[in-house]
């Protein structure tokens, strides 16, 4: 049976949410696929995702978040990512955007992890800014490697990158990155890192980064679903412990050229 066809984002367009959901996307620049999963028997959980496209059709945006909470503190919150980033869609710069987001956080009794990224798709560069986020895995086509992206930020004495949500005018860096082609990047919750096997021993990042060295790179739809196999294999079957959603983005060739 053929996979349905990736849906095309228009400019302006903005999808996401916290509920069940398995699809295939294009962004500008971008091949995308998602996949999340609240924990069973609830219809939505405390994981959010976010995808978004400016009014020009050259930047993508693309946010994942961890929500403390359930039911309407989770519903609230998500309305708040949702509109924050409708607001700021033209926005290359995200700096406002996260400081926002922190600061009406704070009007409820909740706090979420982000980890948000603007992509421009004529170059493949990149902004990201991780607000307490487990850090997502990155393949370089080039060598082959597989790394965890990292903010490379130099330590500060500063409160900075905390959970959104926790302390009033919080600063957040944004790091500039190059995604080449037929680079990936997968997104995911702590869903994934905190699955545990028989013995309560969970994942983590160190085997993680070891399970990503044997994921396949040809699209993100393959690498996604491989890398939640492989986390189903570890703990042991299907049954969660936690919502899991993971994001995969693979920069797209340009028109008129395949990826290797």
């Known amino acids: 049976m053929n996979a349905p066809p990736a849906e095309r984002f228009a400019c302006l367009e903005l999808r996401g949410g916290n509920?069940?959901?398995?699809?295939?996307?294009?962004?500008p620049g971008l091949e995308a696929w998602v996949s999340c999963r609240p924990l069973q028997p609830a219809a939505k959980g405390g994981d959010l995702y976010y995808l978004s496209v400016c009014s020009t059709g050259s930047i993508s945006r693309v946010a994942i978040a961890d929500v403390a909470g359930h039911g309407e503190i989770v519903s609230a919150a998500s309305a708040r990512l949702r509109?924050?980033?409708r607001t700021h869609a033209d926005h290359w710069d995200q700096s406002l955007l996260i400081r926002n987001l922190n600061d009406t956080f704070l009007n409820g009794t909740d706090y979420a992890t982000v980890f948000l990224i603007s992509y421009y798709g004529q170059t493949g560069e990149l902004l990201f800014t991780n607000a307490g986020h487990p850090p997502p895995l990155w393949y370089h086509a080039a060598t082959g490697e597989w790394t965890l992206l990292h903010d490379t930020t130099p330590w500060s004495r500063e409160i900075t990158d905390l959970p959104l949500g926790l302390i009033p005018g919080t600063s957040y860096t944004q790091t500039g990155a190059q995604l080449?082609?037929?680079d990936l990047m997968l997104l995911y919750t702590d869903g994934v890192t905190e699955s545990a096997d028989a013995a309560g021993e969970q994942l983590g990042l160190k085997r993680l980064l070891q399970l990503a060295h044997s994921l396949p790179t040809s699209s993100p739809s393959e690498a996604g679903a491989a890398l939640l196999q492989a986390v189903e294999g570890y703990r042991g079957g299907p049954s969660l412990a936690d919502d899991e959603t993971v994001v995969a983005l693979r920069r797209a060739a340009p028109d008129g050229v395949q990826n290797a």
């Not at 509920?19 to 962004?27: G, I």
Request: glycine share 6%; net charge negative; aromatic share 6%.
């Open 180 to 182: 080449e082609q037929g």
């Open 19 to 27: 509920h069940h959901a398995v699809y295939s996307a294009e962004l």
């Open 83 to 85: 509109d924050a980033l």
